[in-house]
């Protein structure tokens, strides 16, 4: 069986309400989006987390832990904490759904991974016998706007609609095209997660569907969800 | 100001031991209150006599409720040494304006700053919550006045002054632990004479009594106070030791009433009697999240 649904997240620190505090309330909806996502994922037998980190696979009970953003009460898993960010907020969003049940493999890949590899692990993943659900974890371009954590990039917001526009239409020869050096200039984490997703969805016929596009500090976020 | 950008507190604090009970309010433990000074005299030492008037002082409430104060002292005698002013005066001054304020804020804690059992007896009545006694139970019959009208009490320091008598050559050999012996009996006298426990306080009672180098004693050693278990109220704003410390008249001691403030907030100190409300207020909401009681307003700075 391939991959029978597929959710796309960001994995700012933020979205953690305990990392956020007060400002907690500002990013409810992207966390509200997030979860219906990922929720949309109970519908396979086994998660695949796909996020930036050390190339690395870690099992279900792996844990991760937002201490070092300032949060040591709240953790994923129930191992060390090992994952890295995006799938420390993967497994956070995943444990707070009815898809925190399934089997679940977290694999890390590095931000600067060739697309043709990044294509490559996407069919590897959906070659399965298992009904797969992907998670996957990507960030837009951190220098959207003037007050973005990296400064403001001209080419970064037509970056971001590029990809929106890809996930809501599905189109994967845009998600595999992205250029890795530019992503790479605009601070765009996202993008060999996207491809992997890419490579994943080739065998499927499931459907984008974008429910979240913003940037609400400067960093580009996208929710979608694929079924 | 708006308070609903303020630090939150975190959880339940009004449960369990420790919880301070004043009027309508209650203030748990990690809990800073805050009371603002309303002087009905013509001669404060701060603001010579700025809210005397009735209508000034109304509106001086006012603002200091708008702006985060969770009590107001009102005081009718200059603390110094200065004119006599009998008890039918104090009366005057304070009484009917007690029970406006009352009718104007149901739920603000109304404190009255008096040494007088009769003026403490007129003024509960009136609708005042806590009894600020500065003169350490100068009149032995002010804490039957407060256990008969279930009001709040301070239990001060003065060195064995009389009231309104500037401190002379005053000498301890541990200022501290004759702050704490002094307050401490006093708490015990008012609990047995039938002061509700939850609502007595004790005040070290900086510059009565004691010289700056001994005021400043006290500052830095405020967690002693604080481990007696009976909330402790400061009321450093503006003080001469302050004034002493930094060589500066009472209108430039607003920094250092800050800094003063903040220690002791840090070291413990629960309720807070200052005349600039939204500067203490900041200080202390600023303290309450570093003390982890409350949580920032927002945490966005490198997290997106």
Known sequence: ?227 | MDRSVRPRTVGPVNTGDGVLRLGSRSFGPGEFALMAIVNRTPDSFFDRGATYATDAAFAAIDKAVAEGADLVDIGGVKAGYGEPVSESEELRRTVDFVAAIRARHPDLVISVDTYRSGVARQVAEAGADLINDTWAGADPDLVNAAAEAGTGLVCSHVGGLSPRTDPHRMAYDDVVADVIRTTTALADRALAAGVRPDGILIDPTHDFGKNTLQSLELTRRLDELAATGWPVLVAVSNKDFIGETLELPPGQRGNGTLAALSVSAWLGARVFRVHDVPAARQALDFIAVLRGTAQPAGTRRSLA
């Not at chain 1, 994952?83 to 590095?110: D, H, N, V």
């Not at chain 1, 998600?175 to 992997?196: C, F, I, N, S, T």
Request: aromatic residues 6%.
């Open chain 1, 1 to 227: 069986m391939p991959v029978v649904a597929a959710a796309v997240c960001p994995h700012p620190p933020l979205l953690v309400p305990e990392v956020a505090s007060g400002a907690a309330s500002e990013l409810d909806d992207l966390r509200a989006a997030c979860l219906a996502a990922v929720e949309s994922l109970a519908t396979a037998a086994h998660v695949v987390v796909i996020g930036a980190g050390s190339p690395r696979t870690y099992e279900a009970e792996a844990g991760g832990a937002f201490v070092a953003y300032g949060a040591p009460g709240v953790r994923v898993g129930s191992g060390p904490a090992v994952l890295p960010l995006s799938l420390a907020i993967g497994g956070w969003l995943l444990e707070q759904t009815k898809a925190a049940q399934l089997p679940r493999t977290y694999r890390a890949i590095l931000a600067d991974t060739a697309p043709d590899l990044c294509v490559q692990l996407g069919r590897e993943i959906a070659d399965s016998n298992d009904r797969v659900g992907l998670l996957v974890m990507g960030d837009g371009s951190a220098r959207r706007s003037e007050h973005s954590p990296v400064h403001l990039h001209p080419r970064a917001e037509i970056f971001d609609t590029t990809v929106a526009n890809a996930l809501q239409h599905r189109d994967l020869d845009v998600l595999k095209a992205l250029d890795p050096d530019l992503a790479d200039e605009l601070q765009a984490a996202g993008r060999a997660p996207w491809q992997v997703l890419a490579g994943a969805l080739e065998g499927t016929s499931l459907s984008g569907d974008l429910t979240y596009e913003a940037a609400p500090y400067g960093v580009g976020y996208f929710v979608a969800s694929f079924s």
